[in-house]
């Protein structure tokens, strides 16, 4: 059963400071991986999707890379804004219609 | 605007009482999800449905019902059979049915306590 694993619980960054969020997942057989924001009290909105085939996707400030073999995969954010405060969630697609989440990574940027 | 409308946002549930959640999506997509969300914990599957008149139990099915009537609704019923059912519900759907390249969106939950 894919077991997907978010570190740190939380992290806290002074503003303009670069940042590296991690998920590593069990099973390597995947068909993508997504990242999604989530702030308090809302629901999830994507931010980018990898398809297994692929290395890495980039959407402004943001960078995901993805190493199926090592079961990794990284979101970069550069810059830090207080406005990127939120709750970071990764979930990687097994099979068709079972995607597993991790539990996130709460990013707070201080201004 | 497309999207993706749950409602309603806060409901109470009395013990042995059924509660319906609603969500709507104007996306004109095939596929439809509900998700339950724990502090600490990643979001589990309950119920999915790749078309009308199909569904599927996800991980955590017991104790909720679902329908498909319309391709642009999915309620989900939560059950006096199920015990624990304080959590943050979310629905999302996708392009297609179930076509993975494609991202999950999200309506914006609905919070359920025990009263």
């Known amino acids: 059963k894919q077991e997907v694993t978010q570190i740190p619980a939380a992290l806290s960054v002074p503003e303009g400071e670069n940042l590296v969020l991690n998920c590593s997942f069990t099973?390597?057989?995947?068909?993508?991986l997504q990242w999604f924001r989530q702030d308090p009290g809302k629901g999830l909105t994507s931010l980018l999707l990898?398809?297994?085939?692929?290395r890495e996707q980039t959407s402004g400030r943001l960078n995901a890379s993805l190493d199926k073999s090592s079961g990794r995969s990284t979101l970069y954010i550069a810059a830090s804004q207080p406005g990127d405060s939120a709750t970071y969630l990764c979930?990687?697609?097994?099979?068709?219609?079972?995607?597993?989440f991790g539990a996130g990574t709460r990013l707070t940027v201080k201004p | 605007d497309g999207g993706i409308t749950q409602s309603p946002k806060y409901l109470f549930r009395k013990e042995g009482q059924n509660v319906t959640l609603s969500c709507e999506q104007n996306?004109?997509?095939?596929?439809m999800y509900w998700y339950r969300q724990d502090p600490g914990q990643g979001l589990r599957l309950i119920y999915y449905?790749?078309?009308?008149?199909?569904?599927q139990k996800g991980d955590i099915a017991e104790g909720y019902s679902v329908s498909r009537e319309k391709k642009e609704s999915f309620p989900l019923t939560v059950t006096s059979a199920q015990k624990n059912p304080t959590a943050f519900y979310l629905c999302?759907?996708?392009?297609?049915?179930?076509?993975?390249?494609?991202?999950?969106?999200f309506g914006d939950g609905t919070r359920l306590s025990i009263l």
């Open positions: 999302a759907s996708r392009q297609g049915q179930g076509l993975l390249n494609q991202p999950q969106h």
């Open positions: 099973d390597s057989a995947i068909y993508n």
């Open positions: 990898i398809q297994s085939s692929q």
């Open positions: 979930a990687v697609a097994h099979n068709n219609n079972d995607m597993r």
């Open positions: 996306l004109n997509h095939d596929a």
């Open positions: 449905s790749q078309i009308v008149n199909d569904f």
